[in-house]
């Protein structure tokens, strides 16, 4: 070879090689594609509670359980474990960590074989990236890439990028999945020793995780914990902690992944559109609280249950959070299983009943109709185009003139049909859909005056809200599913707020509640909750509704094939579930003090409790709330020489009633002679809970007798000091409530007092 063709040779190399060095250079200046470091497009999603606990997953269009969490939310002795475990100095090189090469290169040589890689962060991260092949040539691709991505990334974007991206056993990928698989939890709140366990499991994920090997993934865990001491994470005191940790292998549920709150779950799945999903990194935080939630599930289940003989199957509940609008709980079914567990009656369409009665109420409060107002609760028929029309009530009785208060707090139908005559079918409709009542599609004329007794079918959700409405003040705004929505229209007005905490008022209202209820101790609270219950025609379907100053609790009780129950009503039916309800959000949330009449601007005056006219010295007076708009109560005329004189349209159905003025003026009626005293409330054995904050000042207990012997008076004794009043506010510890009469009768209860935190 001649010394000209040397030359060029040498030529040719030296060429080669600065097109290749300067490509190289030239390829590692130039900034990756911003896709390279962005978020995948296509993962599954995790939905969390309102604290970041998971309620499902769902998994990416691979398979994989795949979740994405930003670095700043990520529990930092998870960084330090990965960078422990696979990087020790990862902080300080760029890319490649020399020393460590060189000694894995002469280990490889040696064997005439990869058996050693000495892959930075940096280096893994390009292989998880671009799937780079093993051997030499892929790591040479690991080497190059990695040089390019700590030239144009921060460590902490490579951070974020790697703990997201890598492998952890399962078909995980990033530790946000493996967090919630393994441990049921997030990767912000995990720990020394959970961090430590998923930062073991990352150098081999099929072989060293806690479902295929507890003994395994236990010793490359506390080998974890020990480079975290030595590299000054931890101390050594904090190791031994970490260390004693037991390896959770998950249960079967674990395995299949989160799947909690399955109704409201799948509720938010249909609502979310892939840019909701991608902003928040494919995690997606509702307002849902997992621990009232699961509280709900066993209400519901166990009021079932009780009802079971009733021939009562399914029960659904929701509460919502006033001020927000946050679905706090959302029970669809008493569980998720088979065909019909899979309804959802928080949502499905049924006859409310009676539910809706206080719209039209407050519909009347607001056309100048006052609490006073007295309706009639006679036999009357209406004509409509199908026939007569002739409600009846639940017990087939009827009361005479009953006011306003009395004959919505007992749920009356004739009164609520004679409104609706009154004020129009299309008027109360108009009102129900400012309420949020979507669900009412059809015209007024086709739901007619039955509207009043719920002849429409509506959502619990809908009815929840409305409800939620009169709390706030008379103002209706959608419920809120997202922790992240910010974009919740401005509340629009259903009612004026006087009229809103008027109707509030007669729903608390105990006493105005006797003549439909009786006692129902089921709705004795110890703060201030606003009442209502509905049954549709034939028992299919039984509601109530709870409302306080801070939350609204709503709850059904039926069968999904509409079979009738039997013979349950609000009281033995919805009631008891509801009342379980109440407490158990109680416990998390402050149920608070709803507005009341005075600070919306009404005023007190003074009424007959049988006329609703303004009051006289020959009638029983009571207070009544009077608003602004509506008109003074007109002078009594019904009181007149020491006697009741109905007005004509009463006095002939007075005649064939075996009943007294005195009655029909709100005096109960004599037990039987032979009936023996009873202490209806408390009852022995009780253990009540003081809520928190400023409604605890009115946390009292009812005190309830019934019997002949109640009727001749009764005195009562606390811990055996003596007490007047029918209600008591008790203190924290072991109370004996007494109850005797003057013939010798006694009862007695006792019950436990405890603080909301105990």
Request: with cysteine.
């Amino acid at each position: 070879m001649t010394r000209r063709t040397i030359r060029r040779a040498l030529l040719a190399v030296a060429g080669a090689v600065t097109f290749v060095v300067t490509g190289t250079v030239a390829w590692l200046l130039v900034p990756p594609n911003e896709t390279v470091l962005g978020t995948p497009a296509a993962l599954g999603v995790t939905i969390t509670d309102r604290d970041g606990v998971p309620l499902r997953d769902t998994r990416g269009p691979d398979g994989a359980r795949w979740r994405w969490i930003p670095l700043g939310e990520i529990d930092p002795i998870v960084t330090a474990a990965f960078i422990a475990a696979e990087d020790r100095t990862f902080l300080d090189h760029h890319g490649i960590a020399f020393t460590s090469l060189a000694r894995a290169a002469r280990d490889n040589l040696a064997a005439g074989r990869v058996v050693s890689g000495a892959s930075t962060i940096s280096m893994q991260l390009a292989r998880l990236l671009h799937d780079l092949p093993r051997g030499w040539w892929g790591k040479v691709q690991q080497v190059a890439w990695a040089l390019r991505l700590e030239r144009h990334a921060s460590k902490q974007q490579l951070l974020e990028q790697y703990l997201n991206r890598v492998p952890l056993g399962q078909g995980t990928v990033g530790i946000e999945a493996a967090s919630a698989l393994y441990f049921g939890t997030s990767a912000a709140r995990l720990g020394a020793g959970r961090a430590a366990l998923l930062a073991g499991i990352a150098r081999s994920p099929a072989r060293d995780n806690p479902f295929t090997s507890p003994e395994r993934a236990a010793a490359r865990r506390d080998g974890v914990l020990t480079a975290l001491v030595r590299a000054g994470y931890l101390q050594e005191t904090e190791r031994t902690l970490a260390a004693a940790e037991p390896v959770n292998a998950g249960s079967a549920r674990a395995r299949r992944g989160a799947f909690r709150a399955p109704h409201f779950t799948t509720r938010v799945l249909a609502s979310l559109d892939s840019s909701t999903a991608g902003t928040d990194g494919a995690r997606i935080r509702t307002t849902l609280d997992i621990t009232l939630q699961e509280a709900i599930e066993r209400d519901v289940r166990q009021v079932v249950q009780s009802l079971a003989a009733q021939r009562v199957h399914h029960a659904a509940a929701v509460v919502l959070h006033n001020a927000t609008g946050d679905v706090l709980a959302w029970v669809g079914s008493p569980d998720f299983d088979g065909e019909r567990g899979q309804v959802d009656m928080v949502t499905s369409r049924r006859q409310p009943g009676s539910a809706l009665k206080p719209f039209l109420y407050a519909l009347a409060f607001e056309r100048g109709y006052g609490a006073h107002t007295v309706l009639d609760d006679i036999p009357r028929a209406w004509m409509t185009s199908t026939g007569p029309y002739r409600p009846r009530n639940y017990d087939r009785r009827f009361r005479g003139p009953v006011r306003a208060r009395v004959a919505l707090a007992s749920s009356l139908n004739v009164p609520a049909v004679q409104l609706a005559d009154e004020l129009g079918a299309t008027a109360f409709l108009a009102l129900l859909h400012r309420a949020g009542f979507a669900s009412l599609t059809r015209s007024a004329d086709h739901y007619g005056l039955g509207l009043a007794l719920g002849n429409g079918e509506v959502s619990l959700l809908e009815l929840a809200n409305a409800y939620r409405a009169l709390a706030n003040a008379g103002s209706y705004s959608p419920v809120r599913r997202l922790a992240i929505d910010d974009s919740t229209a401005p509340a629009q007005p259903v009612v004026r707020a006087d009229v809103a905490a008027l109707t509030l008022d007669i729903l608390a209202d105990a006493d105005a509640r006797l003549a439909g209820f009786g006692e129902a101790p089921v709705f004795d609270f110890p703060f201030p909750v606003a009442v209502k219950t509905g049954t549709s025609r034939h028992f299919t379907d039984n509601w109530a509704v709870a409302v306080t100053g801070g939350f609204t609790v709503a709850v059904w009780v039926g069968n999904f094939d509409g079979t009738p129950m039997a013979a349950v009503s609000g009281i033995t039916g919805a009631g008891p579930l509801l009342r379980r309800a109440v407490l158990s959000t109680a416990e998390r949330y402050s149920a608070g003090l709803f507005p009341t009449p005075d600070a919306a601007g009404a005023t007190r005056v003074r009424v007959c409790r049988t006329s609703g006219m303004a009051a006289v010295p020959a009638c029983d007076a009571i207070d009544e709330w009077q608003l602004a708009n509506a008109a003074a109560p007109a002078p009594d005329d019904w009181h007149r020489h020491g006697a009741v004189i109905l007005p004509s349209r009463f006095a002939e159905w007075e005649r064939s009633q075996p009943r007294t003025p005195r009655a029909l003026a709100g005096a109960r009626e004599a037990a039987p002679a032979d009936a023996p005293l009873q202490l209806l409330s408390p009852r022995d054995g009780d253990v009540y809970v003081l809520p928190s904050g400023p409604e605890r000042s009115v946390a009292t207990v009812p005190l309830r007798v019934a019997g002949a012997e109640s009727e001749r008076g009764v005195r009562w004794t606390i811990n055996g000091a003596a007490h007047r009043g029918g209600r008591w506010l008790p203190e924290v510890g072991e109370h004996v409530v007494r109850v005797s009469t003057t013939s010798g009768a006694s009862r007695e209860a006792r019950i436990i007092v405890r603080d909301a935190g105990q």
